[in-house]
């Protein structure tokens, strides 16, 4: 097998034979930025993904012209290297090919997040046989800080779990396993996995808007995308890839069903992090943001909504739209931290108050602020019937929205939030504790009652989409049996959601795209210090 890879006036070139097959593929090399080298590494991976299924090769040349070698030395070494190393691996455990093919067992790579525990224990009922690994990540939730990555399974342990546990398929929260395992051992999982005939089966929970190269780090593992939250964002770049991917709710156990209770002398919890620090630097466009806005409480996700589908359609080259996308959802994320701040800033009530997450609520809110409550103290919160919820979160729909929301619905616990941008008419009952004023939230928190037993019926009726939905996804692990859509209730509510967006989405824009134009190229000019661009 020989790869050649090289450079002309605006392109990088790779090039090989296959089966008979040549292969070509290039891309601008405005596409790649000296403070980006992983869109080449992903770009490298999406173009030989067909290498990679079909390793080992007896031998593997890879020519690199010289200027390549110059200016992306580390990067090429590093996808050399994870190719090179995957090849020698697989010649040298030529046993383990498609030894896993008829096996049924599921690993499920977790991480310490307590909706995927619940969601695992869910599994564990049902899969008596499943097998877990721990994906460790070193992050402290009350500083926000990262420490040193951990170090992740060896191929020979990870080989040998899979032929002790008869493992058929793996699953895995987005990729940073799959990274981490590359990383620390120059060896492709996914070729490894295809290589033993094990299903490496991805539920992708994140927006490729996250960073600059999230979308090519979505089209390096799309293949291996069988699930995906977050649909109303995602769908645009499954279909670039062509990837079927079956749309889900955020996993959880929600098979709990009793009907919530409230105590008359109710305390106020609210459990969010402040994200102090990273909004401190947006200050400047978050406040241009909402000052050109009416009711940012109600209008601040329909903004970014409507400015992420003029960005989708825009001519801008790939690197100019990946970098306003990335810093439009960095504005939107900071700005909903922001209004976390006005909306508990507007608290008027004789009610106890009590504010738990990171330490730079003290900035905000020292007088409400109790600490950071742990995983167990969470839940304990969210199950006693002396606490009403009151959520802070930002969400698209009810079926694309934010953690809290899922577990507010799995652990049917009383709660208030500001209202999603659209939702259909089985789920309209939710606007009785939906608050669009601070006079309206002041009212819910004061006696909330009234207004959640008005809701209760469009609660029942979430909740039966979030369990269909998640016990679906439960029997394809089950079965190994993937893409199955036995739920035609939930990705009905998907589809009927997504036209009233589409619509709602298109009057916005209609009565306001200039000033949304030119408030995303001042996002622009205040990121580049004064350089700026139109779409």
């Avoid at 976390?340 to 003290?362: A, L, P």
Wanted: proline residues 3%; aromatic residues 12%.
């Amino acid at each position: 097998m020989r790869l050649t890879l090289k450079e002309t006036h605006k392109t990088i070139h790779i090039s090989y034979s296959l089966d008979g097959d040549y292969n070509s593929y290039e891309i601008n090399l405005d596409c790649i930025e000296e403070s980006c080298p992983q869109i080449l590494y992903a770009w490298l991976l999406i173009s030989t993904k067909k290498v990679l299924d079909k390793l080992p090769f007896d031998k593997i040349e890879f020519d690199v012209q010289k200027s390549l070698c110059i200016n992306y030395d580390g990067v090429i070494r590093t996808y050399a290297s994870e190719l090179m190393g995957t090849n020698d691996f697989l010649q040298n455990n030529s046993n383990l090919k498609d030894i896993a093919k008829k096996w049924k067992n599921p690993l499920f790579i977790r991480i310490r997040d307590h909706r995927y525990e619940a969601f695992y224990n869910w599994l564990k009922d049902e899969i008596p046989s499943i097998d877990y690994l721990y994906q460790e990540i070193d992050f402290d939730p009350v500083t926000r800080e990262w420490g040193e990555e951990r170090e992740t399974i060896k191929p020979h342990q990870l080989t040998k779990r899979i032929c002790d546990h008869k493992i058929g398929s793996i699953l895995t929260i987005n990729s940073f396993f799959l990274m981490y395992f590359a990383g620390a051992s120059n060896i492709n999982m996914c070729a490894l996995l295809t290589f033993m005939g094990v299903d490496m089966v991805m539920i992708n929970n994140d927006p490729a808007e996250l960073t600059l190269y999230g979308i090519y780090v979505r089209g390096q593992y799309h293949q291996k995308i069988r699930f995906s939250t977050m649909s109303i964002l995602g769908r645009k770049w499954d279909d670039q890839f062509k990837q079927p991917v079956s749309y889900i709710t955020s996993p959880h156990d929600y098979r709990l069903n009793h009907q919530p209770q409230i105590q008359e002398d109710y305390k106020v919890i609210v459990i969010s992090n402040s994200r102090w620090e990273g909004v401190q630097a947006w200050k400047e466009p978050i406040k241009i943001l909402l000052e050109n806005m009416e009711n940012p409480l109600s209008e601040l996700p329909l903004w970014y909504m409507a400015t992420h589908k003029l960005l989708e359609n825009s001519d801008l080259t790939c690197v100019n739209k990946g970098r306003l996308m990335t810093s439009i959802h960095t504005l939107f994320y900071n700005a909903a931290q922001w209004m976390k701040y006005k909306i508990i800033e507007n608290i008027k009530t004789s009610r106890v108050i009590e504010v738990y997450g990171d330490v730079g609520w003290r900035n905000i809110c020292d007088k409400y602020y109790k600490g950071c409550l742990t995983a167990e103290q969470v839940d304990e919160a969210y199950e006693n019937n002396n606490v009403l919820i009151l959520l802070l979160n930002f969400g698209f729909t009810y079926l694309d929205h934010s953690g809290p929301m899922y577990d507010m619905i799995a652990k049917k616990t009383y709660w208030i939030n500001v209202p999603p941008i659209v939702k259909t008419k089985e789920l309209s009952g939710l606007e009785n504790i939906e608050y669009t004023s601070y006079d309206r939230l002041n009212i819910l928190i004061d006696d909330v009652r009234p207004y959640m037993k008005k809701s209760m019926e469009s609660i029942d009726k979430l909740h039966s989409l979030y369990h269909s939905n998640t016990s679906n996804l439960v029997n394809q692990i089950k079965r190994r049996a993937w893409n199955c859509q036995d739920d035609d209730e939930f990705e009905n509510s998907l589809v009927e959601h997504r036209m009233d967006m589409n619509s709602l989405l298109d009057s916005y824009i209609d009565k306001n795209e200039p000033c949304l134009r030119i408030l995303a190229e001042q996002v622009c000019k205040f990121l580049e210090r004064g350089k700026a661009f139109s779409f």
